[in-house]
Every structure is written in structure tokens, then in C-alpha cells.
């Protein structure tokens, strides 16, 4: 299937239901989240076991998505970042952007455009080959996902609730990434597990 460059995308209903979505794998909200080992921008190998014990928030990234742009420019992700990282919180980039498509990065580009950004991830994964994206269904950029410390997928959605590519909107969206974050560092359920997840779609090598 095909998706739009700058389609929003609405995060499965199998998903929500609590059903692996049928591209997922196994991206089950309330179960263990998938396993992956990835390189890193830096050529360094990153895996989810290395975070044991740790909340792990995932973040699919794509500089020349609009959606992205948004949330850059206006510092929104860069504030989640480095607020959820100041409290001890993992925050992995993803980028599954294939490298034949026109908007892929190499990974000195990527830690270039992070620096310019003022960004403040843990590591930026760079998954060209989709294997990362796939198994968690990252359809979005942005799309994110919440990991609580005992490894369980707890959140999997959009960043907020304003699917705009207008910086502006930031201002009066609800982050639904950080609501998340507040109910997982503060030991309760996540309020809302679920969001929609809206932005351009991940440039897999079949998109």
C-alpha cells in the first residue's frame, strides 16, 4: 500500500484494540515491545536491552517532513527531549528512511541536522533497511512510542493532538507524548495508550 507524502495517518484499529496491526509484527500495546539491535549515526550498536530497567521513548524522524519541521522549528520536540531526558528517560530517533529514497540521510547528516536542531535525543537509530520501523508499525513521521521501565509498549501515537504541519499549533496542542511520560514516571497507567498518529509517511523502501 501507498500513503501520501503529507497524508495524516491514523494509527490501526488492531493496534487499539490491542491487536498487533497487521504490518506490526508484534507492536502490542500492553506487551512486551519488540527487541531490536540498531547502528546508531555514530556507527555504534544500540539495542532495546540495553536500556533494562529504563523508560524508552521512540521517535520517528524524518528533516524533510513538514510534520517534522513543526515540531522542530517551533523547539517542541527538542523541549520533550530534553525535559524526558532529564528525568532519566532513553529518547531514540529513528530514522527508517530507505537509502534509495530522495530524502534519505547519511548518518553524518543526521547528527549534522541534530546538532543544528539544538535536539537532545540519546541516539538517533539509523534503520534504512524499515526492519525497527516495520516491527513496531511506524507509519508517521512523527510517530512515537512510550517504553516503561519493565520493557512493556505502553503508548503508541502521535506527539499531540493538532495534525497540522503548522508550527503555531504547538502552542495550544496537548503533548500527548509528555502526558504519557507523567503517568509512567509517576507508576500509574497510561490515561490515553493510544493516539492518532499524523505526518508524512515513513519512506520504506517499498513507499
Same mark, same amino acid.
Given at each position: 500500500?501507498? @500513503?501520501?507524502?503529507?497524508?495524516?495517518?491514523? &494509527?490501526?484499529?488492531?493496534?487499539?484494540? !490491542?491487536?498487533?496491526?497487521?504490518?506490526?509484527?508484534? #507492536?502490542?500495546?500492553?506487551?512486551? #515491545?519488540?527487541? @531490536?539491535?540498531?547502528?546508531?549515526?555514530?556507527? =555504534?550498536?544500540?539495542?532495546?536491552?540495553? @536500556? %533494562?530497567?529504563?523508560?524508552?521513548?521512540?521517535?520517528? $524522524?524524518?528533516?524533510?517532513?513538514?510534520?517534522?519541521? =513543526?515540531?522542530?522549528?517551533?523547539?517542541?520536540?527538542?523541549?520533550?527531549?530534553?525535559?524526558?531526558? +532529564? %528525568? +532519566?528517560?532513553?529518547?531514540?530517533?529513528?530514522?527508517?528512511?530507505?537509502?534509495?529514497?530522495?530524502?534519505?540521510? =547519511?548518518?553524518?547528516?543526521?547528527?549534522?541536522?541534530?546538532?543544528?536542531?539544538?535536539?537532545?535525543?540519546?541516539?538517533? &537509530?539509523?534503520?534504512?533497511? +524499515? %526492519?525497527?520501523?516495520?516491527?513496531?508499525?511506524?507509519?508517521?513521521?512523527?510517530?512515537?512510542?512510550?517504553?516503561?521501565?519493565? !520493557?512493556?509498549?505502553?503508548?503508541?501515537?502521535?506527539?499531540?493532538?493538532?495534525?497540522?504541519?503548522?508550527?503555531?499549533?504547538?502552542?495550544?496542542? =496537548?503533548?500527548?507524548?509528555?502526558?504519557?511520560?507523567?503517568? $509512567? &514516571?509517576?507508576?500509574?497507567? $497510561?490515561?490515553?495508550?493510544?493516539?492518532r498518529a499524523y505526518g508524512c509517511s515513513v519512506k520504506y523502501g517499498d513507499s
Amino acid at each position: 500500500m501507498q @500513503f501520501n507524502d503529507h497524508a495524516p495517518w491514523m &494509527l490501526g484499529l488492531a493496534l487499539a484494540t !490491542g491487536m498487533a496491526h497487521s504490518t506490526a509484527a508484534s #507492536a502490542t500495546i500492553g506487551q512486551t #515491545a519488540p527487541a @531490536f539491535s540498531v547502528t546508531d549515526a555514530q556507527g =555504534k550498536a544500540v539495542s532495546l536491552a540495553d @536500556f %533494562k530497567g529504563k523508560t524508552v521513548v521512540l521517535e520517528w $524522524v524524518n528533516p524533510e517532513c513538514p510534520y517534522v519541521r =513543526k515540531h522542530y522549528d517551533s523547539a517542541n520536540m527538542q523541549a520533550s527531549q530534553k525535559a524526558a531526558t +532529564g %528525568k +532519566g528517560v532513553v529518547w531514540l530517533s529513528v530514522n527508517s528512511t530507505h537509502p534509495s529514497h530522495n530524502d534519505h540521510k =547519511k548518518p553524518a547528516e543526521m547528527l549534522a541536522w541534530t546538532q543544528q536542531q539544538g535536539a537532545a535525543p540519546s541516539a538517533t &537509530l539509523m534503520d534504512g533497511e +524499515g %526492519k525497527l520501523g516495520r516491527s513496531y508499525g511506524a507509519r508517521t513521521t512523527p510517530h512515537m512510542y512510550v517504553i516503561d521501565a519493565k !520493557g512493556t509498549l505502553v503508548y503508541a501515537g502521535g506527539i499531540d493532538d493538532k495534525a497540522s504541519a503548522n508550527p503555531a499549533d504547538v502552542k495550544t496542542a =496537548k503533548n500527548h507524548v509528555n502526558a504519557a511520560l507523567a503517568d $509512567v &514516571l509517576a507508576g500509574k497507567p $497510561v490515561a490515553q495508550p493510544v493516539t492518532r498518529a499524523y505526518g508524512c509517511s515513513v519512506k520504506y523502501g517499498d513507499s
